[in-house]
């Protein structure tokens, strides 16, 4: 049986024919007959999208016809299709050129996320010439596939099957793609949080922030002096203190993080800014929902930046804050409270808590005072005791052998700010920093520092406007900061988001902007893996295997797609329901494939 497509009085109808051979005794002869049935008019079925007609009749002829009604007429046996095509040596069917074709799930999520609609529209609105749309997307998706520079990303346009821009675009459209992203940061971000709330269950209860910073590839930071002799620097890009030691400019970046580990947006700051400094513009600044006072959240961060006047910030306007507090340097009555065994819940010999709860006042602009209540939690963890230990452990035995052995250890290696701080100040000399008598050295080693800071390993406190969590949410809430870790750590490996060759503010945001937008595909696969399968792949193996997915052209318009049976890959592809069978595609069969992909 096959389908027809059959016109009458101008309405296209859907109809089975099926042809058989019947005896004619008239012709004394077998002649072919068709038997037809009509299934109902074209309209009635038509799903809207592209290619109907096509992925109709490539459907039935699979077996899996994609309207019920056609259900019974298809053949239970399905003839596999034998392949007849001739390469002839000396032609460039000779030679294979397997193309990417990840892009296609990119573009379906694209979709879904609302980018590839709202670019559109503000491509229109801003009067833009160029394909705007077509640049964006080889820059979000090579950063997932293969990070490179701008201009090589470009050129990457021909490694995909149905490249993404005409091939005569003018490459150098790329840095106006940046100014376009940098304009309409905001927007993009507020849309695709629009859309995830809608579609994939966001949930902002509690909302993750970090800092992190990415040095750039150059030495280009120019500044000027203000009238008391401070350099005022004219670029985002400053000379800081960079994570990876580099003596390069560097520009910090914060991140939102929702509950289910992808970010919201991010804003970017100078180099030399303080992180607890970058918390408030940045909550002020992103989407619109976490702006609407209707709305309250909980806002989640390490001790770095929960100081400072951020919760307070967080009370005043309304939400609720849950950060680190630092245990070395919080006030001897807490101090004291902490390590006091009074109260402490054990759990086995390993860990112990307890909590407190106690009134907060904070003052407002107009000089009137707002009350709140703030619970601190405190535990020891015999794991993060290890753990610290083996971290400071060769720093400890500096300390060790200095006590044992001072005349062994110059001066000038005394003057290292971490040992400053155990040596007591009345024989350290102000001005040149050299210790006045090594011989005494022993005896300048505070030993009541060294043992005070060794009995505080392991101790962990946490404050909270939430008193109403129980002392495990509260931990449990805080140890999920680690996700937003591991964000940065994605960005700056497997997206690599750092070195950023770009100069301007604006191209080092737009950079910023389109490295998040990469990052949030990147774990909307991974959400949908989890939910599928209850596993995850990492960002890395991800990008190993969307790398391999590649269709190859062989001859007479056939195709074959490549490694679809690495098991990484199989993971992603099952995880949207997109079947492969084991067979040669044309290219009509492609065209079925974005329609069935199913993200929801």
Same mark, same amino acid.
């Given at each position: 049986? /096959?389908?027809?497509i059959m016109d009458n009085n101008?309405?296209?109808?859907?109809?089975?024919?099926?042809?058989?051979?019947?005896?004619?005794?008239?012709?004394?002869?077998?002649?072919?007959r $068709?038997?037809?049935i009509?299934i109902g008019?074209?309209?009635?079925f038509d799903d809207?999208?592209?290619?109907?007609i096509?992925?109709? *009749?490539?459907s039935f002829?699979?077996g899996t016809?994609?309207?019920?009604?056609?259900?019974p @007429?298809?053949?239970k046996?399905?003839?596999?299709? &034998?392949y007849n095509?001739?390469?002839? !040596?000396?032609t460039?069917?000779c030679i294979g050129h397997?193309k990417?074709?990840a892009?296609?799930?990119f573009?379906?999520?694209?979709? !879904?996320?609302?980018?590839?609609?709202?670019i559109?529209?503000?491509?229109k609105?801003?009067?833009?010439?160029y394909?705007?749309?077509?640049?964006?997307k080889?820059?979000?998706y090579?950063?997932?596939l293969?990070?490179?520079?701008?201009?090589?990303?470009?050129?990457?346009?021909?490694?995909y099957?149905?490249?993404?821009i005409d091939?005569?675009?003018?490459? @150098?459209n790329v840095?106006d793609?940046?100014?376009f992203m940098?304009k309409h940061?905001n927007?993009?971000?507020?849309?695709?949080d629009q859309?995830?709330r809608?579609?994939a269950?966001?949930?902002?209860?509690v909302?993750?922030?970090?800092?992190?910073?990415?040095?750039?590839?150059?030495?280009d930071?120019g500044?000027?002096? =203000?009238?008391?002799?401070n350099k005022i620097?004219?670029s985002?890009?400053t000379?800081?203190?960079?994570?990876?030691?580099?003596?390069?400019?560097i520009?910090?970046m914060?991140l939102?993080?929702d509950?289910q580990?992808?970010p919201i947006s991010?804003?970017?700051?100078?180099?030399n800014?303080?992180?607890h400094l970058?918390m408030?513009?940045? %909550?002020?600044?992103?989407?619109?929902y976490l702006?609407?006072k209707?709305?309250?959240?909980? %806002?989640?961060s390490?001790?770095?930046?929960?100081?400072?006047g951020n919760?307070?910030f967080?009370?005043?306007n309304?939400?609720?804050?849950?950060?680190?507090?630092?245990?070395?340097?919080t006030?001897?009555?807490? $101090?004291?409270?902490?390590?006091?065994?009074?109260?402490?819940?054990?759990n086995g010999e390993d %860990?112990?808590?307890?909590s407190?709860t106690y009134?907060?006042?904070?003052?407002?602009?107009?000089?009137?005072e707002?009350?709140?209540?703030?619970?601190?939690?405190s535990?020891?963890?015999?794991? %993060?005791?290890?753990?610290?230990?083996?971290?400071?452990?060769?720093f400890?035995?500096?300390?060790?052998?200095i006590?044992?052995?001072?005349?062994?250890f110059?001066?000038?290696?005394?003057n290292?700010?971490?040992i $400053?701080k155990?040596?007591?100040?009345?024989?350290?000399n102000d001005e040149?920093g050299?210790?006045i008598d090594?011989?005494?050295?022993?005896?300048?080693?505070?030993?009541? $520092?060294v043992?005070?800071?060794?009995?505080?390993l392991?101790?962990?406190?946490i404050i909270t406007?939430?008193?109403y969590?129980?002392e495990r949410?509260? &931990?449990d809430?805080?140890?999920?900061?680690?996700?937003?870790?591991?964000?940065?750590?994605v960005?700056?490996?497997?997206?690599?988001?750092?070195?950023?060759?770009v100069?301007?503010d604006?191209h080092?945001?737009? /950079?910023l902007?389109?490295c998040?937008?990469?990052?949030?595909?990147?774990?909307l696969?991974?959400r949908?893996i989890?939910l599928?399968f209850q596993k995850t792949?990492?960002a890395?193996r991800i990008?190993?295997a969307l790398?391999?997915?590649k269709?190859?052209?062989?001859?007479? =318009? @056939?195709?074959?797609f490549?490694?679809i049976?690495?098991?990484?890959? *199989?993971l992603?592809?099952d995880?949207?329901e997109? !079947?492969?069978?084991?067979k040669?595609?044309k290219?009509i069969?492609?065209?079925?494939?974005?329609?069935?992909?199913?993200?929801?």
């Amino acid at each position: 049986m /096959h389908l027809e497509i059959m016109d009458n009085n101008n309405t296209k109808y859907i109809r089975v024919a099926r042809s058989y051979r019947e005896f004619s005794k008239e012709e004394n002869k077998y002649k072919v007959r $068709k038997k037809t049935i009509n299934i109902g008019p074209l309209s009635k079925f038509d799903d809207g999208k592209p290619n109907f007609i096509e992925r109709l *009749k490539a459907s039935f002829k699979a077996g899996t016809p994609i309207i019920k009604e056609l259900e019974p @007429y298809v053949s239970k046996e399905v003839n596999k299709e &034998i392949y007849n095509f001739q390469i002839h !040596e000396g032609t460039d069917e000779c030679i294979g050129h397997p193309k990417l074709f990840a892009n296609l799930l990119f573009d379906k999520l694209m979709d !879904e996320i609302g980018l590839t609609s709202y670019i559109g529209s503000y491509k229109k609105y801003d009067k833009i010439n160029y394909d705007v749309l077509g640049f964006s997307k080889l820059l979000i998706y090579g950063r997932l596939l293969n990070p490179q520079s701008k201009i090589a990303t470009v050129n990457q346009n021909k490694d995909y099957y149905n490249e993404i821009i005409d091939e005569d675009s003018y490459k @150098y459209n790329v840095f106006d793609t940046l100014d376009f992203m940098y304009k309409h940061k905001n927007a993009f971000f507020n849309r695709i949080d629009q859309v995830l709330r809608k579609k994939a269950k966001r949930t902002t209860n509690v909302i993750y922030y970090d800092v992190t910073n990415f040095f750039l590839y150059s030495d280009d930071t120019g500044y000027e002096f =203000d009238d008391e002799g401070n350099k005022i620097y004219h670029s985002i890009a400053t000379p800081g203190v960079s994570k990876e030691n580099q003596k390069l400019p560097i520009v910090q970046m914060g991140l939102l993080m929702d509950e289910q580990g992808i970010p919201i947006s991010i804003e970017a700051f100078q180099g030399n800014t303080l992180d607890h400094l970058t918390m408030q513009d940045s %909550f002020n600044n992103s989407v619109d929902y976490l702006k609407d006072k209707k709305n309250r959240y909980i %806002f989640v961060s390490d001790k770095g930046i929960g100081k400072g006047g951020n919760p307070r910030f967080s009370v005043i306007n309304g939400n609720g804050y849950l950060v680190s507090k630092s245990v070395r340097g919080t006030t001897k009555a807490d $101090k004291k409270w902490i390590t006091s065994d009074k109260d402490y819940v054990y759990n086995g010999e390993d %860990f112990k808590i307890k909590s407190k709860t106690y009134e907060k006042v904070y003052k407002l602009d107009d000089g009137t005072e707002l009350k709140s209540s703030e619970k601190m939690v405190s535990y020891w963890s015999k794991k %993060f005791y290890n753990r610290e230990y083996e971290e400071q452990k060769s720093f400890y035995d500096t300390l060790r052998q200095i006590i044992e052995s001072p005349e062994s250890f110059p001066s000038n290696r005394l003057n290292n700010n971490k040992i $400053k701080k155990y040596l007591k100040k009345q024989v350290l000399n102000d001005e040149t920093g050299e210790i006045i008598d090594s011989d005494k050295l022993k005896a300048l080693i505070d030993i009541d $520092k060294v043992n005070e800071d060794l009995s505080l390993l392991g101790w962990y406190s946490i404050i909270t406007s939430e008193t109403y969590m129980d002392e495990r949410e509260i &931990i449990d809430t805080y140890h999920n900061l680690v996700e937003i870790e591991d964000q940065f750590r994605v960005m700056k490996s497997t997206l690599d988001t750092r070195p950023i060759f770009v100069r301007t503010d604006e191209h080092i945001i737009a /950079h910023l902007t389109m490295c998040t937008i990469s990052l949030i595909l990147l774990r909307l696969i991974q959400r949908k893996i989890t939910l599928k399968f209850q596993k995850t792949l990492s960002a890395d193996r991800i990008q190993s295997a969307l790398n391999k997915w590649k269709v190859e052209k062989l001859a007479d =318009d @056939y195709y074959r797609f490549n490694d679809i049976d690495d098991s990484d890959l *199989k993971l992603i592809l099952d995880s949207f329901e997109i !079947e492969l069978p084991k067979k040669l595609y044309k290219p009509i069969d492609f065209r079925t494939l974005k329609s069935n992909i199913k993200l929801s």
